[in-house]
């Protein structure tokens, strides 16, 4: 079959989340696919078997078609330091921060080096699920666009547009979206999904009509909204919606929101246990009442402690651990609550040196070098896995550091394994029947299984997969 790109017609409007189910979809049909995305911008990262960095979403979505992540499904990688400047990692690897302007000049170099990873790909799996980046009709950009028609012509891929129907305008974004490509990519865009639709979905049977009409492709889709499967997200926009406030009887956890926060998937298990309440605040008083505390990862470790200084976050951190209050610290959080961070070559920018919140006894310094491994480590005698990507060295060989209610390690999936989530919440339960809960009765791996389930059956069911199938099958 040919490839598919899901394309936007703009960020945010359920493309990753699509592809994911198409990946399960095509696995439980018989098929080899394989997730693809030429270029993409996230904080939240994962280190494949053989310990390189690539986005999330690729990581998430190769275990919904069954196979090893590898970064040929997402070569190119931009990690965000400020408004200005991001980390490029080229299959798998940091080569340096650049800025908007540094980055494009690299273009012709990129290209070939995506194409590379795609033919790469495409000579192992089929179909490729590709997806496309942002909007695709950002025509300041079009010709130095890596990742969305450019690419597509390249995979002789059909592309299916994906609109989000929730934001308004969906008969603009998709019309204009459409109309402004040239002749040549207008015909390779073969039809329309709308997502994120609420309520009843006769009421848009005449705007389908319409939508074909003004448009000239098919609407394969309208796809309801849904909360009730969880599928990892891979940027941080949601987490503004769990500023949920302390629950009675359950043991409530602050994840301090940082500004460059990534790795937030962290949480997702613990927010998922049936005793805890779980969630993302930088408010002082937030804090200083919640059980645990935790301090996630970040990018820009020295920015990002030098913000919790000025808004008074690090003090009420401090107040909470003389409290008697568990406080955890992962990956950038955990060199936070050191005795110091030092960057005397400036990795990270222009902050050199800070004190740290002086909870654990570590001292890092900021290095050029990279670490992405996944690991097993030792947690209270049982055998744990994780994943480390961070820049950084610390004086300390531990792989988690415990002293006086106080935790720090590198391991990002650390809080997805019971004997962790068992340890942290061992004496802060304070309702018999909370305590009685169950942490929960699937494995992490069972679990993402019924999801990725769950979700190809959402999608079979408002997806016309028959109609899909014939594009896929139709080489003209």
């Not at 010709?143 to 450019?150: E, K």
């Not at 030092?342 to 310094?365: R, Y």
């Not at 792989?399 to 391991?411: E, F, K, N, R, S």
């Amino acid at each position: 079959m040919r490839s598919v790109m899901l394309a936007g017609t703009g960020s945010d409007v359920g493309k990753s989340i699509l592809a994911t189910g198409l990946c399960r979809i095509f696995l439980q049909d018989g098929y080899h696919p394989a997730p693809f995305k030429a270029q993409n911008m996230a904080l939240n990262s994962y280190a494949t078997p053989d310990g390189l960095e690539i986005g999330r979403a690729q990581a998430v979505q190769a275990e919904a078609a069954g196979i090893p992540c590898h970064t040929d499904m997402n070569p190119l990688l931009l990690k965000p330091n400020s408004d200005h400047t991001s980390q490029v990692v080229l299959n798998g690897k940091p080569i340096g921060n650049k800025s908007a302007y540094e980055y494009w000049r690299n273009d012709p170099a990129l290209r070939e080096e995506v194409h590379a990873a795609y033919d790469r790909l495409a000579a192992k799996y089929n179909p490729i699920v590709m997806e496309g980046a942002g909007s695709i009709s950002e025509l300041n950009l079009r010709d130095h666009d890596l990742v969305n028609l450019p690419m597509a012509r390249y995979a002789d891929a059909a592309v299916i547009l994906v609109a989000d129907i929730d934001r308004g305008g969906v008969f603009a974004s998709c019309y204009g979206s459409i109309k402004l490509q040239t002749p040549e990519d207008q015909q390779r865009i073969k039809g329309i999904i709308i997502n994120k639709f609420r309520g009843d979905l006769r009421l848009f049977d005449e705007g389908r009509k319409m939508l074909e009409e003004i448009c000239g492709v098919p609407v394969l889709g309208i796809v309801p909204y849904f909360k009730d499967i969880y599928i990892e997200e891979e940027d941080s926009v949601s987490l503004e919606q769990k500023r949920r406030q302390s629950a009675e009887g359950k043991v409530n956890v602050a994840v301090v929101l940082l500004r460059h926060i990534s790795n937030f998937t962290d949480f997702n298990t613990l927010e998922r246990d049936l005793r805890v309440n779980l969630f993302y605040t930088n408010n002082v008083n937030d804090i200083t009442s919640a059980d645990i505390i935790i301090l996630p990862g970040t990018k820009a470790t020295l920015d990002d402690l030098l913000e919790l200084r000025r808004n008074g976050c690090a003090q009420a951190i401090q107040r909470a651990h003389r409290d008697g209050k568990m406080i955890v610290g992962i990956c950038g959080g955990y060199q936070m609550l050191g005795q110091t961070v030092s960057d005397p070559d400036g990795i990270e920018g222009s902050i050199l040196s800070l004190p740290g919140l002086g909870l654990l006894p570590i001292h890092t310094m900021m290095t050029p070098e990279k670490t992405t491994r996944q690991v097993t480590f030792k947690f209270n005698g049982h055998e744990c896995q994780g994943y480390e990507i961070h820049q950084g060295v610390s004086d300390t060989s531990e792989a988690v550091l415990q002293a006086d209610h106080c935790i720090g390690t590198y391991i990002h999936g650390f809080l997805d394994n019971v004997p962790v989530i068992e340890h942290l919440l061992k004496g802060t339960i304070k309702s018999e029947r909370v305590k009685n809960e169950k942490c929960r009765e699937l494995s992490l791996a069972e679990f993402k299984e019924v999801q990725y389930n769950k979700l190809a059956d959402h999608v079979r069911r408002y997806v016309d997969i028959p109609r899909l199938y014939e594009i896929l099958k139709d080489k003209k």
